[in-house]
């Protein structure tokens, strides 16, 4: 199969599956949870749409990246919170609640400010000149309708049918998967020569990424005096991000496998993030509760 086939038809199909089983676990109730929590929604939408960004930007100006490569971690790095993160921040013990609130929130923004950042890299780090360009209007109305569009089916699926919603949330995550893992292996496949080069660049790239961000969310947090269960699931919300959205804006929308990179190493490597920030949300929690003092 070619990989323009996978690009044009098995990637957005993928993502639209990813997002209806995003959106079969979503209900209204959790778009209207700003106003119970907005200390905790604004730092973590912050962190995400703007300090997460910023990190990103520094990073791949420090490390030496090929131009392509650059733009795609960029774009890695304004996308989403990915629908991963919510099972995550459950395992972590981390605000679950708050976890969805803000993956919905920040997949509904992203859908206006990733062609406008991602222009904006593709003008920093390949030129005025070039010839790739991410027409603003025609993207936003892509992403919406391979994220939002199916995001909406499924709250409405949820809503109508609810027993027909649980059933479907189980198929959809096991047939995103598996889309996941085709795609990475077409580009894993197609870029096989320069691979090693690709992940000596990225790699250090996205460890950083994952690190510096998920800090930055936590850290941001405690300062402004969130609970641990909050802190635990912005850190995981900022150091999680939407690889495959990522994919299908770089290789789907821009038609660019090179800038793809990036997110199928960090798809990868997200599995090994996961389990840290599982393993650290466990232990802080598990320590707060030890000390807490005994009722006599």
């Not at 960004?53 to 790095?77: D, H, N, R, T, Y």
């Not at 077409?186 to 961000?213: K, M, T, Y």
């Amino acid at each position: 199969m070619e990989f323009n086939v996978f690009t044009a038809i098995v990637l957005p199909i993928a993502l639209g599956i990813i997002m209806l089983g995003m959106g079969l676990s979503l209900v209204p109730e959790d778009f209207q949870r700003i106003t119970k929590y907005p200390k905790a929604v604004a730092i973590g939408l912050i962190s995400q749409l703007i300090i997460l960004p910023i990190i990103g930007f520094i990073i791949a100006s420090v490390i030496p990246m090929q131009p392509e490569i650059a733009v795609g971690f960029i774009i890695l790095s304004i996308c989403p919170g990915g629908p991963s993160s919510n099972l995550i921040t459950y395992l972590a013990k981390g605000d679950v609640v708050l976890s969805i609130t803000l993956t919905a929130f920040s997949s509904i923004i992203t859908v206006f400010t990733i062609p406008i950042l991602a222009n904006l890299a593709l003008q920093n780090f390949i030129g005025q000149s070039t010839s790739i360009q991410l027409p603003i209007g025609q993207t936003m109305l892509q992403i919406f309708i391979i994220t939002l569009l199916p995001c909406g089916l499924g709250m409405w699926i949820r809503q109508q049918f609810p027993d027909i919603a649980r059933r479907l949330e189980k198929v959809t995550n096991k047939l995103a998967a598996i889309f996941l893992i085709a795609i990475i292996s077409a580009i894993i496949i197609r870029e096989w020569s320069r691979l090693p080069g690709f992940i000596i660049q990225v790699g250090i790239g996205v460890v950083l990424l994952n690190l510096l961000s998920s800090f930055a969310g936590f850290l941001s947090s405690r300062l402004f005096k969130l609970n641990l269960a909050q802190s635990i699931c912005i850190a995981i919300e900022v150091g999680i991000q939407n690889g495959t959205l990522a994919i299908a804006i770089t290789a789907g929308i821009l038609k660019n496998p090179d800038m793809a990179v990036p997110a199928a190493v960090y798809s990868l490597f997200m599995y090994v993030t996961a389990f840290i920030a599982i393993a650290s949300g466990r232990k802080f929690t598990t320590e707060k509760l030890v000390n807490l003092p005994s009722k006599s």
